[in-house]
């Protein structure tokens, strides 16, 4: 009897399953057995595909550089506000850090990125391409009236990734309510002072 071959699963699952994986056990723990098993596979065929742990780690760093354009493409066209746009950008670019501890795990891979000149690249490449998402958002936010006319976008873009970053790690130590619930309160203090007077704000998800 010939045996069957063996099933195929796409790129994009197996690195879903890693960044599961260091969700719950951080980079320390990735190894590429935990990974196929998390997906059903061998750690012989993930060799064969990324070479190494470091191999998988880069391919899921540049796919999450292409998953940030893709996210903002998506994401605008399914909110009518572009400060609707902007909070729920900010969540979701945060969706995998949903208890304190996977955001320690993310944190941790977060270090091994910035000392890693490989990983570093790709790991400014999302950060840049957020950047760009929401300076973006901004823009057609004070074209629509939502902020005011005059608002300094790149300044406020700023603020906003430092939002994102530092709200997370305030969330993880104090504990107090949900992640998204915590960046929808900051970002709409951040922004609203820029708002026009006669209108009020509410960053709620829609």
């Known amino acids: 009897m010939v045996a069957g071959r063996p ?13 599961d994986v260091i969700g719950r056990v951080g980079p320390a723990g990735l190894t590429l057995a935990a990974v196929a098993g998390e997906v059903g596979l061998v750690a012989g065929t993930l060799v064969q595909r990324f070479g190494s742990k470091h191999g998988l780690l880069v391919a899921l760093a540049r796919q999450a550089v292409q998953d940030a354009d893709v ?15 902007l909070v729920a950008l900010a969540v979701e670019s945060m969706a ?9 795990n993310h944190l941790a891979l977060l ?21 760009r998402a929401i300076q973006m958002l901004l823009a057609e936010a004070v074209s ?6 005059g608002t300094d976008t790149a300044a406020l873009t700023g603020s ?22 915590r960046l929808r309160q900051e970002i709409n203090a951040l922004v609203s002072s820029h708002v026009p007077s006669r209108d009020g704000l509410s960053l709620e998800e829609s």
């Open 144 to 149: 629509a009236g939502e902020l005011r006319a």
């Open 7 to 19: 099933r195929r699963v796409d790129d994009s699952v197996i690195l879903r399953g890693a960044a």
């Open 71 to 85: 996210r903002y493409e998506r994401i605008r066209h399914e909110h009518g506000s572009a400060l609707a746009a």
């Open 111 to 131: 270090c091994v990125d910035l000392t890693d000149p490989q990983l570093h690249e790709h790991a400014l490449g999302v950060h840049q391409a957020q950047g």
């Open 96 to 104: 995998s850090m949903a208890t304190p501890e996977s955001f320690a």
């Open 160 to 181: 906003v990734q430092a939002i994102i970053i530092g709200v997370g790690l305030t969330w993880a130590l104090d504990r107090r309510g949900t992640l998204p619930q």
